[in-house]
């Protein structure tokens, strides 16, 4: 089970920090993502993590400014948010699944709940 959290409301140019925490004993085994989804908009990729974390993979449109990291000891991932822009607005959610991460948001068997961010300009 996943949970999202420490979503809000932030200025452009701003930074935010969310996070996704895990129960289950197979946290360490699984490769988590953040999708976001904006109002009308399709779920969209935003990074994804191994499970160790030493790889990562970013969408065009936060490379550069988002950095995602884990701690399996604590069962959670952070993604840090830098310099955020308005188109930047959605819902945020991580998801997890065993093994290799994945940019394909149907491959992930485990979802949290989400988070909201609203970027105002």
């Known amino acids: 089970q996943l949970q999202a959290s420490g979503g809000g409301l932030v200025q452009a140019g701003g930074s935010l920090t969310l996070f996704c925490t895990a129960s289950?004993?197979?946290?360490?085994?699984?490769?988590v993502a953040w999708f976001r989804q904006a109002p009308g908009k399709a779920r969209e990729f935003v990074t994804t993590?191994?499970?160790?974390?030493?790889?990562?993979t970013y969408a065009d449109s936060v490379k550069g400014r988002f950095i995602v990291s884990r701690d399996n000891a604590k069962n959670s991932v952070t993604l840090q948010m830098n310099s955020l822009k308005p188109e930047d607005t959605a819902v945020y959610y991580c998801?997890?699944?065993?093994?290799?991460?994945?940019?394909?948001?149907?491959?992930?068997?485990?979802w949290g709940q989400g988070t909201e961010v609203t970027v105002s300009s």
């Open positions: 289950g004993h197979s946290f360490s085994r699984t490769a």
């Open positions: 993590i191994d499970s160790p974390g030493t790889s990562t």
């Open positions: 998801a997890a699944r065993l093994y290799a991460p994945s940019r394909l948001d149907y491959e992930y068997q485990y």
